[in-house]
Structure formats: C-alpha cells, structure tokens
C-alpha cells in the first residue's frame, strides 16, 4: 500500500488487515465518541473565550485604551486611532479580563493537548485529534491576542511573564508535534474510498460499510506515515504560521530583539536606498533629465514599498491581523468537520458535568471584572490625571509632530538627508523628516491600506475554499496563498508606478 502507483479499483482485504493502520486510512473506520474532547460545552468554551478575548483588544484598539507606547505611526497616523492618552480604569479593567481569559485557556490548552497525546496511545481518531489540534490553536491565539495588548505590561512584571512564556513554549513544541499527522494526503478526507477510486463493489463488503469515515481512523496511523500519496503541502503552511505567529509575538515582548531586527535586517536595507536616493535627489536637482527622474522615481519606489511593509508590519494593526487570522482558521478547521459528520457528532451534545464546568469556569474572569468595575471610582482624579500625563509625556512626547504636514517636496528631504542620523536606530514612533513626509502622502496610506485588504482578500478566499474543499479533497491551500500574496505584490507595485505621473512624493 506504499507505492504511489498502486491501483486502488480493485483490491481485497482480509480480517486482519481491517484492524491495522496499513490499511484503515483507505477504506475508513466507524467513530467513537468522546464527549471530554468534542463535546458541545467543551466548543463553546474555547470559542466563547477566544472571541471574547479578541474583541476586548479590538475594542481596546478602536477606544483609545491601549499603552500608547504600543502604537506606531500606521495606527496612529493611517488608521486615525486614538492615541492612548485615556488613562482611566477602564483600560486596567480590560486588561485584567484578557489576562484571566488568556491565563485560563493557556492552561487548559495544554490540558487538551495532554489529553490528545495520551489518547494516541489508545485509538484516539482523526476527527478528535482534529478538534485536539485546533482547540490548542485557538488557545494559542487568545493568549498572543493578550500579548498583543500587555507588552508593556509583562516588561514592568517580568515574573509573571516568565511562567507564561513556560506555558507558552509548552503549548507550541506540543502543537508542532500534533501537525505532524495532518501532513499525510489522507489526513481528514470523509470518504478515502471515493478519494482513491476503490471499486465501490469492494468497499460494500466491508463490515458496517455505511458507518466507515476517514475521521473515524485512529490518529496514529497518520504519524510519520504517508501512505505512498505524498505530503500534504498544507502541513508545512501551517506550521510556518504557527512559527511566525509565536515569534512575531514573543519578539514584540523583548527589546533586545527589537533592536536585533531593526539593526542587522530592516536598517540596513533601508540605509542602502536612502543613500542611493541622497545622491539620486541630488543629481535630479542639477539635471532634469528623464532618465535621472526615471532612475530617481524607480529607487523611490522600492524604498517606498518597502519602508511601507515594514512600518506595517510593526504596527499594532498587523498583530490584529494575525491573531484574527489564527482565529478563524482554527474555527474553520472545528466546525466544518463537526457539520461534515453532524448525525454522529450531535451525540456528544448532551450537557453533563464535563460540559458544564468549562461554561462555569467562564463566571470566574467576568466576576472578577465586575469587581474591578465597580472600583473603577475609587481613585482620586488627582492621581488619574497625574498617571495620565506622565504615561502620555513619557510615551508620546512627539505624537504632535507626527501629525504635522511636511512643507517640502519628498526630494529636498533626500537632498539634505543626514546620513550620520540614519546610521542610528531610530525609536519606533521617532520618524525622520523625509518618513513623515511619505505618512503625509494619500499613495502612502493607500499602499498601506490595500496590503490589509489585499491580504483580507486572500485569506477570505482561502478560507472559503477550506470550507468547501475540507473533508473531500486535499485543500491545497498554498498554491491559493501563494498567488493571492503574487496579486497583492503586484498590484502594490502597478498602485506606485501608476502615481508616479500625479503623486508628489516622487517629484
């Protein structure tokens, strides 16, 4: 069963082999149930927890009430969010739910995972496996969503970190090792007899033919086994978005990787084509020759693209970006096969004990915020004020120039560039004269604002095509991703070439 050309229309199996994993991935296997894994309290829980979480960011986003040191100029200067100067309880509320929410899930995210691995040893199958998997996932992301808004807050209270970032490393070594599986061709197809073209006379004599799903096979026979059909290019996707979300997110937390980034990646690119534009903008002013603005408009170009996607993708914006991402994948890959296998899968609806202690765990976070909102007063407003604008001097002393307009065309900018001062790290909100004038462009912020949707796009149609493709055929999701991001690229690039003739930034 090993060869990839294996002619699978005709083929026998004997009572022995219906019980071994050399051959159940083809032909399906009746499901159990499990109750402590998929069960509808269980769901509602870490759905519950996980969207509550997000929305407490977004709305702390949208409301002004996140740690203005947190924010960057795309926040601030293109999406217009407020600044952060509100200092009052409520942001001290909120940040204490999303901590006792993502706290809470970070621990029974790894209880599901242990509870998944032990089940590996039994006959633990694809389908609950499935849902182990991504219900780690989800519980991944409640907890880098929290990050996302407490960065500040972890590096003032580095104890209490550290143990999350023990339970944090816990659960991503142990969701790298659960992906391993889903690797396999095989992995989460409903009908592998169908998938394969075994002839149906031969699957009908099969004992409880009718009841046989691939989600009903047990998880370990897809281990390090491919079964001749190749791995699944989806795995590998998957485990680099696991990957960079952590790292993306751990990174943030430190300074020293921060300044790592910027000094020995992002700087010197960006340095390179500054130079380059200094003496291009130079020449430009004493010749007017085309191909001098041609050659000046194309090193322009490049560096405003990149300069764009890396301001974006040290905004806070983008960490929202990615944890919503994160989020409905996970659900996707829950729910779906959940409808898929409905008639079997609704008998682990009933509410027992198992499923209502994660519903009731759920009182204790929102018990806790009631406390601390009816507190919220006790603080003198001689001690709000003061928090405030200490915390606003110190985090936002040049948020005012951020917003002035540039009164001088980009290229005169380049013309008297300080070489000596782009050799320095810059702070994140610390922009240099010819940045701010690029934040005061419309090209600028619209380049901004169609990488977001243009990623939107490709991750809605990803997602569209998961709902419809998982179960039946190998989602192959890569090659959908891969040429969304070509298409967004490019029409980045057709949007700056096309503003050359009308946008002042290249004059």
Same mark, same amino acid.
């Given at each position: 069963?090993?060869?990839?050309?294996?002619?699978?229309?005709?083929?026998?199996?004997?009572?022995?082999?219906?019980?071994?994993?050399?051959?159940?991935?083809?032909?399906?296997?009746?499901?159990?149930?499990?109750?402590?894994?998929?069960?509808?309290?269980? @769901?509602?829980?870490?759905?519950?927890?996980?969207?509550?979480?997000?929305?407490?960011?977004?709305?702390?986003?949208?409301?002004?009430?996140?740690?203005?040191?947190?924010?960057?100029?795309?926040?601030?200067?293109?999406?217009?969010?407020?600044?952060?100067?509100?200092?009052?309880?409520?942001?001290?509320?909120?940040?204490?739910?999303?901590?006792?929410?993502?706290?809470?899930?970070?621990?029974?995210?790894?209880?599901?995972?242990?509870?998944?691995?032990?089940?590996?040893?039994?006959?633990?199958?694809?389908?609950?496996?499935?849902?182990?998997?991504? @219900?780690?996932?989800?519980?991944?992301?409640?907890?880098?969503?929290?990050?996302?808004?407490?960065?500040?807050?972890?590096?003032?209270?580095?104890?209490?970190?550290?143990?999350?970032?023990?339970?944090?490393?816990?659960?991503?070594?142990?969701?790298?090792?659960?992906?391993?599986?889903?690797?396999?061709?095989?992995?989460?197809?409903?009908?592998?007899?169908?998938?394969?073209?075994?002839?149906?006379?031969? @699957?009908?004599?099969?004992?409880?033919?009718?009841?046989?799903?691939?989600?009903?096979?047990?998880?370990?026979?897809?281990?390090?086994?491919?079964?001749?059909?190749?791995?699944?290019?989806?795995?590998?996707?998957?485990?680099?978005?696991?990957?960079?979300?952590?790292?993306?997110?751990?990174?943030?937390?430190?300074?020293?990787?921060?300044?790592?980034?910027?000094?020995?990646?992002?700087?010197?690119? #960006?340095?390179?084509?500054?130079?380059?534009?200094?003496?291009?903008?130079?020449?430009?002013?004493?010749?007017?020759?085309?191909?001098?603005?041609?050659?000046?408009?194309?090193?322009?170009?490049?560096?405003?693209?990149?300069?764009?996607?890396?301001?974006?993708?040290?905004?806070?914006?983008?960490?929202?970006?990615?944890?919503?991402?994160?989020?409905?994948?996970?659900?996707?890959?829950?729910?779906?096969?959940?409808?898929?296998n409905i008639d079997w899968a609704s008998q682990e609806n009933q509410w027992g004990f198992g499923q209502i202690v994660p519903i009731v765990l759920l009182v204790q976070p929102v018990g806790l915020i009631l406390e601390h909102w009816?507190?919220?007063?006790?603080?003198? #407003?001689?001690?709000?004020?003061?928090?405030?604008?200490?915390?606003?001097?110190?985090?936002?002393?040049?948020?005012?120039?951020?917003?002035?307009?540039?009164?001088?065309?980009?290229? #005169?900018?380049? #013309?008297?560039?300080?070489?000596?001062?782009?050799?320095? @790290?810059?702070?994140?909100?610390?922009?240099?004269?010819?940045?701010?004038?690029?934040?005061?462009?419309?090209?600028?912020?619209?380049?901004?604002?169609?990488?977001?949707?243009?990623?939107?796009?490709?991750?809605?149609?990803?997602?569209?095509?998961?709902?419809?493709?998982?179960?039946?055929?190998?989602?192959?999701?890569?090659?959908?991703?891969?040429?969304?991001?070509?298409?967004?690229?490019?029409?980045?690039?057709?949007?700056?070439?096309?503003s050359i003739p009308f946008s002042r930034i290249y004059r």
């Amino acid at each position: 069963m090993s060869d990839n050309n294996t002619d699978y229309t005709n083929i026998t199996f004997t009572p022995e082999q219906l019980q071994s994993c050399a051959i159940l991935p083809f032909i399906g296997e009746v499901p159990a149930i499990d109750a402590d894994i998929s069960g509808i309290g269980v @769901l509602i829980a870490f759905f519950l927890s996980a969207y509550l979480t997000y929305a407490a960011v977004l709305f702390s986003y949208l409301s002004g009430l996140v740690d203005p040191r947190l924010l960057r100029p795309v926040d601030t200067l293109v999406h217009r969010v407020p600044n952060g100067i509100r200092r009052d309880s409520t942001r001290r509320v909120i940040e204490t739910f999303v901590i006792l929410l993502s706290d809470q899930q970070i621990v029974v995210g790894l209880a599901i995972l242990i509870a998944g691995f032990v089940g590996l040893a039994g006959t633990i199958n694809v389908y609950h496996f499935q849902i182990v998997i991504y @219900l780690a996932w989800l519980a991944s992301s409640v907890h880098l969503s929290a990050l996302t808004m407490l960065s500040e807050f972890f590096s003032s209270h580095r104890a209490v970190l550290h143990w999350r970032l023990v339970g944090m490393t816990a659960v991503m070594l142990m969701l790298l090792v659960s992906l391993v599986p889903t690797a396999s061709n095989l992995w989460a197809i409903g009908n592998p007899g169908d998938y394969l073209g075994i002839d149906p006379a031969v @699957l009908a004599t099969l004992p409880n033919y009718e009841k046989r799903v691939g989600w009903g096979v047990p998880a370990k026979c897809y281990f390090f086994k491919n079964h001749g059909l190749g791995v699944n290019p989806d795995a590998p996707m998957g485990i680099t978005l696991l990957l960079i979300s952590y790292l993306w997110k751990l990174g943030g937390l430190f300074g020293p990787s921060r300044r790592t980034y910027q000094r020995y990646i992002r700087r010197p690119v #960006e340095k390179r084509l500054e130079r380059m534009l200094h003496r291009q903008a130079l020449k430009k002013a004493r010749n007017r020759q085309g191909w001098i603005r041609t050659r000046y408009a194309m090193t322009l170009l490049s560096y405003v693209w990149l300069f764009s996607q890396n301001e974006l993708m040290g905004s806070f914006a983008a960490s929202l970006h990615l944890s919503w991402i994160g989020l409905i994948f996970g659900t996707i890959q829950i729910v779906v096969p959940r409808q898929q296998n409905i008639d079997w899968a609704s008998q682990e609806n009933q509410w027992g004990f198992g499923q209502i202690v994660p519903i009731v765990l759920l009182v204790q976070p929102v018990g806790l915020i009631l406390e601390h909102w009816s507190k919220r007063n006790s603080r003198t #407003e001689e001690d709000r004020s003061g928090t405030e604008m200490s915390d606003f001097r110190h985090s936002h002393r040049a948020g005012d120039q951020l917003r002035d307009k540039p009164r001088l065309p980009l290229s #005169e900018y380049f #013309e008297t560039l300080d070489l000596d001062r782009a050799k320095t @790290l810059p702070l994140p909100n610390d922009l240099q004269d010819h940045q701010r004038a690029l934040y005061a462009s419309r090209v600028f912020q619209a380049l901004i604002i169609w990488t977001e949707l243009g990623g939107a796009g490709v991750c809605a149609f990803t997602f569209y095509w998961d709902t419809t493709a998982l179960g039946d055929v190998s989602t192959a999701n890569w090659f959908g991703v891969v040429i969304g991001i070509a298409i967004v690229w490019g029409a980045q690039f057709l949007l700056l070439l096309c503003s050359i003739p009308f946008s002042r930034i290249y004059r």
